[in-house]
């Protein structure tokens, strides 16, 4: 659940930031989609899907990476985020 509500965060950053450069929040979440002609409908759920997956990769880690270093969650949570966004 925590993958989808990041990924609802990030669906309405990267909205606001199409906006904002002057593209409309249905372009701008058309982009998620997987091909062209992509519905905002089809690229809003295709983001979440694959949010959630990211998710449930986050949990994995989370245990393993707690088993050999005793960082706080939050911290590694915000090293996972910076790796997607460098992905991205």
Excluded: K, N
Excluded at 45 to 55: D, I, M, P, R
């Amino acid at each position: 659940m925590a993958g989808i509500v990041a990924g609802v965060v990030m669906a309405a950053f990267l909205a606001g930031l199409g906006f904002a450069t002057g593209e409309s929040v249905a372009d701008a979440l058309s982009h998620f989609g997987t091909g062209e002609g992509t519905t905002p409908i089809a690229g809003l759920l295709t983001h979440l899907a694959v949010s959630g997956v990211y998710g449930i990769v986050w949990g994995y880690l989370l245990r393993i990476v707690r088993s050999l270093l005793p960082a706080p969650g939050w911290l590694v949570g915000v090293a996972y985020g910076l790796l997607l966004f460098l992905v991205a």
